[in-house]
């Protein structure tokens, strides 16, 4: 069966330094991994989607994650955070296999940055 | 750009009242979807249609009905409200079922 599991519920960093945010998944076949934003009172936005090319997947607003096969993580990245990345984030694994559709959500990262 | 519209921002109904809620998508695509948003749970699916006229039950399908007449609208009907159907509810689009999902601003749905 598949599953993804958002490691924190919570993650605050300061202004200007690095941010992580990690999520594991469960998938018998070849996923297609998503990350999706959602900024207060506003629908979700792709940040960035893995797909089987590149295992370092750069999204928009410097954001990047690496889809690690050994270690079925999808962990989502930025060098140096801004204020206005305070957000919920979501990562996403979607899969068809036998004529069934599964796209299945986490349960999301809310990010707070400190000034 | 892809943009997906949905009717209200903000809804208050009453418990047994019979609530539409309605989702216009302008880029053609194939698959429309309705979730609901609950702090702590994630997005849940509730339907999703592929084509016009069709739909398929996701997860948490029970209280809900949807109607899917034209292309680009999708509606979700809750029969009768009650207040544990209280949530956000999203709207989406995609080209193919697999692939970006593109989201509307949300409906904040509250029944008393």
């Known amino acids: 069966a598949q599953s993804v599991t958002q490691l924190d519920s919570h993650v605050s960093v300061s202004e200007g330094t690095p941010v992580l945010l990690r999520c594991n998944y469960s998938?018998?076949?070849?996923?297609?991994l998503f990350w999706y934003v959602q900024h207060p009172n506003k629908g979700l936005q792709l940040l960035l989607k893995?797909?089987?090319?590149?295992?370092l997947v750069k999204g928009i607003n410097g954001f990047e994650a690496e889809f690690k096969k050994s270690e079925t993580s999808f962990h989502l990245t930025k060098p140096s955070a801004h204020m206005s990345d305070a957000a919920e984030y979501f990562c996403?694994?979607?899969?068809?296999?036998?004529?069934?559709?599964?796209?299945?959500f986490g349960t999301g990262t809310r990010l707070k940055v400190l000034a | 750009d892809v943009k997906v519209t949905q009717s209200s921002r903000y809804l208050v109904k009453r418990t047994g009242e019979k609530v539409f809620l309605e989702c216009v998508q302008d880029?053609?695509?194939?698959?429309m979807f309705w979730y609901r948003q609950d702090p702590g749970l994630g997005l849940r699916l509730i339907y999703f249609?592929?084509?016009?006229?069709?739909?398929e039950k996701g997860d948490i399908p029970e209280g809900y009905s949807v109607s899917r007449e034209k292309k680009e609208r999708f509606s979700l009907i809750l029969e009768s409200a009650s207040t544990n159907q209280t949530s956000m509810y999203l709207c989406?689009?995609?080209?193919?079922?697999?692939?970006?999902?593109?989201f509307g601003p949300g409906t904040r749905l509250l029944v008393l």
């Open positions: 989406a689009s995609s080209l193919a079922v697999q692939e970006t999902q593109y």
């Open positions: 998938s018998s076949y070849s996923p297609s």
């Open positions: 893995y797909t089987s090319a590149a295992t």
């Open positions: 996403v694994v979607s899969q068809t296999y036998s004529g069934t559709y599964k796209y299945i």
């Open positions: 880029m053609d695509h194939e698959n």
């Open positions: 249609s592929y084509d016009v006229k069709m739909k």
